[in-house]
């Protein structure tokens, strides 16, 4: 599950249960979407979100001990299906979020948990303790087209090919080097307190929601194309 918080301009998720692991079920997925809903009714010009997690993982992926408890095969494949349904939900939800997003990875993030984390316009990692990777070249499944577009906007050619083809786990201190997060800090709480900031900084700015959505949508026109996004169009204010 999932908690958000509003402090001022500023909106904190929290991923909250599940031992730590925040694995990517129905539930979850619902209270996510269901608190980004939220934050984007209540967003006002000037708003940030920022993603926060406790404990040993910021998100372990698909929770494939639900998928797999499924009665046969057709309905693990069913069950599978959903999450991935889910996941094109989220993708949408943090896209037309009007305001900066911010995840602050304070542990891993595998899978799904790293789709989670790119979902956001910046990544903030922890040095030690918090990887990225990949697993789904080890399982043999198929990463889902609707997805790439994320990575091949987000992650550049030899990190991203590591990433997936050599199934790389990128550490925490080699990620900045790589150009997929912004920086690291040495604990969680650092994390966490660098994420907090860096959405208030942003919120200073004042931004126009709506203008920052459309933005977002044409540096990301492979994706949205991919997930059938439209633009909005958008009166030009008077100078």
Not at 67 to 80: K, L, P
Not at 118 to 129: A, I
Not at 181 to 207: H, P, Q
Request: with cysteine.
């Amino acid at each position: 599950m999932c908690s958000l918080e509003k402090r001022g301009n500023l909106f904190i998720l929290i991923l909250i249960g599940q031992n730590g692991e925040h694995r990517l079920n129905p539930n979850l997925f619902s209270s996510i979407i269901s608190a980004l809903s939220r934050a984007k009714a209540e967003s006002t010009r000037g708003s940030a979100l920022v993603t926060v997690s406790h404990g040993k993982f910021f998100c372990n992926g698909f929770d494939l001990d639900w998928v797999n408890a499924a009665g046969s095969d057709e309905e693990t494949q069913q069950r599978f299906n959903l999450l991935l349904d889910y996941l094109k939900q989220l993708v949408l939800a943090f896209i037309s979020l009007p305001m900066p997003t911010i995840a602050a990875v304070n542990g891993h993030a595998a899978a799904g948990g790293v789709v989670l984390a790119l979902c956001h316009d910046y990544v903030l990692m922890r040095r030690h303790r918090s990887v990225l990777f990949m697993i789904d070249l080890d399982l043999g499944i198929k990463i889902p087209e609707p997805f790439m577009p994320s990575f091949r906007a987000k992650i550049s050619g030899s990190a991203r090919r590591d990433l997936f083809l050599r199934g790389l786990k990128i550490k925490g201190a080699a990620a900045p080097k790589m150009g997929i997060v912004e920086a690291v800090y040495d604990g969680e709480e650092e994390v966490t307190n660098a994420g907090i900031k860096m959405a208030y900084n942003l919120a200073k700015r004042n931004w126009h929601g709506e203008v920052y959505v459309e933005i977002r949508k044409g540096l990301y026109s492979e994706l949205c194309d991919m997930l059938e996004i439209a633009s909005i169009p958008i009166a030009t204010p008077t100078l």
